[in-house]
């Protein structure tokens, strides 16, 4: 079959609302279909019960319910319908009241700038759309703290400068117990102190209903606060007032990037497997993968303004497929690795290898067909750089192509509100069909939470070591520390060194080895 041929067969587009999806670089046989299709309709049947309101997070007894978020009409009861809804109304009002002036800063003034303070799906999701679909000329600017790097939260203050007087802080934490969070949220607070600020008259949560961070609000004064729901997970929270609120304040269009969404689910809600653009997503990640994820999905935008997007796909995809059990208990060790960067900087990058390298990715090509939105500039006769931009995507397909390297693309209009919650919402339904293909819980993070647990008992074990150098009489090795704590040497050694590095600790004796090293208090 030629590749003319094959494009016709296996390229779907939705022109009501300007996406396609082509498939046709893919090595897959036609006999794909009919092999998976039990797997296929059990997919569409657990998507269906978990948009019912099903307890699609077994771990957790859990709702799942982000698609319910741009189609309240789908929430399982009319209570929960009305409070999404009042959400969003509620976000929506509090940005335009900002806006206006009629909530204002402590000094009188009216507020410019907006800080979120999130780690993970409660700051990805808002990066994402400050950076893709942020008006040129916002109302407010933005800034982020989204880690508990103290050095990267000076340099965030630092460019704020005296414009923290106007600044609005989002504190953005479901359970309000997430320390990089609790940190970032303690950092500002402290800055705001410092300046002169009362922090309370410039803060407000969201979070879920009683949590740490809820009642701490409530306790301060703080501004206002908004609810998240045990039944949204961070990596799908974007359209809640995780997102709805910072897009607001920067002159977003929140409603137009719900519709998007909710324009792609519909779509992927009714059509057969052929045309399903969300399915057709997940059979491809798993004919590449092997129903193993033996393969990892590099995600190539050819727009500047997507450059996050593969990051963002990075938590939403990752978090989501990467799990030891299947949801019988067997281990299975799932996952689909993602990464990017965007087109064609990655022609000067990383395609040489993608190109001539180990053949253990496939790709994924996003196209914004319209180059740009003001008059076409001819960089040579005939030809602009978006005609350019063009070519390279062009290239770049068919130079991977044609050294066996498997590719997908799709296709969007233009980068628009609504372009960009339509692709969220493929991403997000073509992860839970996966998951159903796979057998896995889409909807839980154990591997998280583990790592949260062995930070905590790293602190745990840091106090213990500061212990021991305060009560000793001489300089002590991490080897000696490490005994009389019954701790591992080499952690106690990274944690004496931590200590030195930051002034709480000196190093009074380098040895040859990191075993002679002796250490004290400063």
């Known amino acids: 079959m030629s590749h003319w041929d094959r494009f016709q067969k296996y390229f779907v587009r939705y022109p009501q609302i300007g996406f396609s999806i082509d498939i046709s670089r893919m090595g897959f046989e036609d006999s ?3 092999k998976m299709a039990g797997k296929i309709e059990h997919a569409f049947k657990s998507m269906k019960e978990l948009e019912a309101g099903a307890i699609a997070n077994p771990d957790e007894n859990r709702m799942v319910g982000h698609y319910w978020l741009r189609d309240s009409k789908l929430a399982p009861d009319a209570a929960l319908k009305k409070e999404i809804d009042d959400t969003l109304e509620a976000t929506l009002k509090f940005a335009a009241d900002v806006h206006a002036g009629s909530i204002k800063a402590a000094n009188g003034q009216k507020f410019t700038r907006v800080l979120v303070v999130g780690i993970g799906g409660s700051a990805l999701g808002p990066q994402l759309v400050a950076h893709a679909i942020t008006p040129a000329n916002p109302p407010m600017a933005i800034s982020f703290f989204d ?3 103290p050095d990267g939260m000076d340099r965030v203050l630092a460019e704020i400068g005296d414009g923290l007087s106007t600044t609005l802080t989002l504190v953005i934490s479901k359970s309000g117990g997430t320390k990089e969070t609790r940190n970032g949220m303690l950092e500002a607070g402290a800055a705001y102190q410092k300046a002169g600020l009362d922090f309370a008259k410039h ?6 209903l009683d ?4 009642k701490h609000a409530v306790k301060q004064g703080w501004l206002a606060r908004f609810p998240m729901w045990d039944w949204v997970g961070g990596r799908t929270s974007v359209m809640s007032a995780v997102g709805t609120i910072a897009a607001a304040l920067q002159g977003v269009d929140v409603r137009q990037f719900l519709a998007g969404a909710a324009a792609m689910d519909a779509e992927t809600r009714a059509r057969p497997a052929r045309e399903n653009a969300a399915m057709l997503l997940a059979l491809m990640w798993h004919h590449a993968g092997g129903g193993k994820g033996l393969k990892d999905m590099v995600v190539l935008p050819y727009k500047d303004r997507l450059v996050l ?6 938590q939403l995809v990752m978090e989501s497929l990467g799990k030891e059990h299947d949801l019988s208990g067997a281990v299975v060790n799932q996952g689909v690795a993602v990464y990017g960067n965007k087109g064609s900087t990655d022609q ?3 395609v040489q290898q993608l190109r001539d390298g180990v053949n253990n990715f496939f790709a994924t090509f996003i196209e914004v067909r319209k180059a740009r939105d003001v008059a076409p500039l001819e960089v040579e006769p005939g030809f602009t750089s978006g005609d350019y931009l063009q070519g390279f995507l062009r290239g770049t397909r068919k130079a991977l192509s044609d ?8 296709s969007i209009d233009e980068v628009s509100a609504f372009t960009l919650g339509l692709l969220v919402g493929l991403f997000e339904r073509a992860v839970g069909f996966y998951a159903s293909l796979v057998n896995i819980n889409a909807y839980h993070q154990p591997g998280v939470e583990a790592g949260k647990k062995a930070a905590t008992d790293f602190l745990k074990q840091l106090a213990q070591v500061k212990t021991a150098l305060t009560t000793s009489n001489e300089p002590l090795t991490a080897a000696e520390v490490a005994a009389s704590l019954s701790i591992d040497a080499e952690d106690a050694f990274h944690m004496l060194t931590h200590l030195s590095a930051n002034g709480a600790a000196k190093v009074v004796e380098q040895g040859v080895t990191p075993a002679g090293d002796r250490f004290s208090v400063s």
């Open 403 to 410: 050294k066996g390297r498997e590719n997908i693309t799709l």
């Open 147 to 149: 880690n508990t790097d």
């Open 348 to 350: 000067h990058a990383y």
């Open 32 to 34: 794909l279909f009919t």
């Open 211 to 214: 949590s740490e961070l809820d």
């Open 203 to 208: 803060a407000v949560a969201v979070t879920g």
């Open 309 to 314: 997007f593969s990051k963002y796909l990075q």
